[in-house]
């Protein structure tokens, strides 16, 4: 679980994070809730494909950090040596 607050740094002004001037976005304000599923399997010790799922449950009007989305789908493949 991660909870962040709604304000974004500006890397022109100064360091991106914790330090640095910030600004609010306008209806940003309020919960965002998303979730990440993932599956996996291994073929054997050395390979295997995991697939991960994300969507928002729950998202403000304007997303502060720009990455607002339908959802997310990731396929791997894995190969260990």
């Known amino acids: ?3 962040t607050k709604d304000e974004v740094s500006i890397p022109a002004l100064g360091p991106p994070k914790t330090e640095g001037p910030t600004t609010r976005v306008k209806g940003s304000d309020g919960l965002a809730l998303s979730g ?3 599956l996996g399997y291994n073929f054997n010790v050395k390979s295997g494909v995991k697939l991960l799922v994300g969507r928002p449950f729950y998202s403000t009007p304007q997303e502060s950090d720009g990455l607002s989305r339908e959802g997310v789908v990731s396929f791997t493949y894995s190969y260990r040596f």
Do not use: D, P, S, W
């Open 1 to 3: 679980m991660e909870i």
């Open 36 to 38: 990440i599923y993932t």
